[in-house]
């Protein structure tokens, strides 16, 4: 599900537009994945980017506990922290204590640093400094400690998908370099 319909189409994909703040229940579910986020600039606003990262987050691990799931794995960034000075980090730290506080019997939160990925199968621009930035990071990569190398996007998916899976109690916060290699 997401706030636009997507290009991308596989068998085994359906995808679903929803208005995040007016969610309806979800289909029975053991595992929740959310990958949903934004930056404040295609956001317009601080509220509408608090909106997306926190509030839409928030919405749709609730509907999935509400429909049965008790394992939860979510896309957080690597600098969140709830007493951030950078607004970015601190909506994020702020999803991730409101997510633990929810009693997922697992909750996995993936912290990646610059993620690689193709932006345009998701129909999302590219951000010229991220251009530049993944420029840098994959010239700069074997000089780089691991965290904070970049991350492809299929990396973070795999990893998260085998630490929900695997059903570790409590919270697991995986950084960049626990992810790479998927």
């Given at each position: ?13 359906t995808s679903h537009v929803v208005d995040f703040a007016a969610l309806s229940s979800l289909p029975k579910a053991n595992d929740c994945f959310i990958a ?147």
């Amino acid at each position: 599900m997401g706030r636009r319909a997507i290009a991308l189409e596989h068998p085994k994909l359906t995808s679903h537009v929803v208005d995040f703040a007016a969610l309806s229940s979800l289909p029975k579910a053991n595992d929740c994945f959310i990958a949903l986020g934004t930056t404040i600039k295609m956001a317009g606003s601080k509220d509408a980017f608090r909106a997306i990262d926190l509030k839409a987050i928030e919405a749709v691990a609730l509907a999935a506990k509400a429909s049965g799931a008790t394992k939860l794995g979510v896309v957080s960034a690597m600098g969140a922290n709830s007493h951030s000075s950078v607004y970015y980090n601190r909506i994020k730290g702020e999803m991730e204590l409101s997510l633990a506080r929810m009693g997922f019997k697992s909750l996995v939160i993936a912290r990646p640093s610059l993620i690689d990925g193709d932006r345009d199968a998701l129909q999302q621009p590219v951000r010229s400094g991220e251009g530049i930035g993944l420029l840098l990071a994959r010239g700069l990569s074997p000089l780089l400690p691991s965290n904070y190398r970049a991350i492809k996007a299929s990396d973070i998916a795999h990893a998260l998908v085998r630490h929900v899976k695997s059903g570790t109690p409590g919270v697991v916060t995986l950084m960049s370099g626990e992810m790479q290699g998927g």
